[in-house]
C-alpha cells in the first residue's frame, strides 16, 4: 500500500511562489502516474496537474496558463507542483494523488486515482 504526505504550503502574497512536496512511501517498487488536485471553500475538487509513471508527460488545465510545473524525483518518491505568480484564486487545499501501481497515463480524471494524501492548505493573500 502506498501512502502520501504533502508538504509546502502556507500563507504567501499576490505574485509569490511555492513549491508542495508529495513524499510516497509504503509499495514504491511500481511506477504510477501521478497528480494534483485542490479544492477551495465551498468548491468541488479540480484537477492542477498530472504527470505520468516515467515522468515523461504532463498534463495542466487551460485555466493555469503556465503558472504550475509538476515533476517528479524518483529516486525519492517525490512528486513536486512549483506554483508561480500565484493568485489568490488560487487559494484552496491541496492534494497529492497517485493511480495505482502500474498505471503510468498522466490524466486529468479524478476517480482515477485511488490513492489521496491529506492535503496542505496554500492561502494566497491580496
Known amino acids: 500500500q502506498v501512502q502520501l504526505v504533502e508538504s509546502g504550503g502556507g500563507l504567501v502574497t499576490a505574485g509569490g511562489s511555492l513549491r508542495l512536496s508529495c513524499a510516497a512511501s509504503?509499495?514504491?517498487?511500481?511506477?504510477?502516474?501521478m497528480g494534483w488536485f485542490r479544492q477551495a471553500p465551498g468548491k468541488e475538487r479540480e484537477f492542477v496537474a498530472s504527470?505520468?509513471?516515467?515522468?515523461?508527460?504532463?498534463y495542466y488545465p487551460d485555466f493555469l496558463k503556465g503558472r504550475f510545473t509538476i515533476s517528479r524525483d524518483g529516486g525519492k518518491n517525490t512528486v513536486y507542483l512549483q506554483m508561480d505568480s500565484l493568485e489568490p484564486e488560487d487559494t484552496a487545499v491541496y492534494y497529492c494523488?497517485?493511480?495505482?501501481?502500474?498505471?503510468?497515463?498522466?490524466?486529468?480524471?479524478?476517480?482515477?486515482?485511488?490513492?489521496w494524501g491529506q492535503g496542505t492548505q496554500v492561502t494566497v493573500s491580496s
Open positions: 494523488a497517485a493511480r495505482r501501481p502500474g498505471q503510468f497515463t498522466a490524466t486529468a480524471v479524478r476517480f482515477l486515482y485511488k490513492i
Open positions: 509504503g509499495n514504491t517498487s511500481s511506477k504510477y502516474a
Open positions: 504527470i505520468s509513471g516515467n515522468g515523461g508527460n504532463t
